[in-house]
C-alpha cells in the first residue's frame, strides 16, 4: 500500500482552472476542425441551392415572357392579318402564302418583343443556339394558334368543356 500511495504522489497533479472551462474547451478544441469542416461544406451546398433557385427562376421568367409574347402576337396575327385574308378570299380560306408570310412576320415580332437581351437568355437558359431557339418559338407560335383556333371553334359550337379546356390551355 506505501508503494501504491508513493506512485500516486510521484505523478504531477495536473491543475485545471475552473475559467477554462474544463472538459468542455478538451472537447471544444478536439471538435474544432470538424465543425469548419462541417460549416464549410454547409456553405457549399447552400450556395448550390441558391444557384438552383435562381436558375429556376431565371427559366421560368423567361419562358413566362415567352408565352405572353407569342399568345399575344398570334391574337394581334389573327386578329389583323389572318381574317383579313380571310374576309377578302372569295371562299374565306387562308391562302397558304397569306399564312406562312403571317408566321414569319409572327416569328419576327416574338423576337422584337424579346429583345436581343431576352433572345440571348432564351437561349442561354435552353441550352439552344439561334436557329435552335428559333425553331422552338416557332413550335409554340404553332401550337398557341392550335389552341387558338381550337377555343374558338368549342365556343362556336357551344361545347363548354372544350372552351374551358381550350381557356385552360390558352392560359398556361
Known sequence: MNSLLFILAAVPAVDVPAATGGWITIVLTALAPIL??????LGVKIAAWITQATSNEMLKGVLTRLDTAVFNVVKET?????????????????????????????????????GVEGWKQLMLVLGLDDAQAASYVATKLEATVHSVKTEATAAASGDTAATALAAIVANQ
Do not use: E, R
Open 78 to 114: 389573327m386578329m389583323t392579318t389572318i381574317d383579313a385574308a380571310k374576309a377578302a378570299d372569295a371562299n374565306g380560306q387562308l391562302p397558304a402564302a397569306v399564312g406562312v408570310a403571317a408566321k414569319d412576320a409572327a416569328l419576327v415580332k416574338i423576337k422584337s418583343y424579346l
Open 36 to 41: 469548419a469542416a462541417l460549416i464549410g461544406w
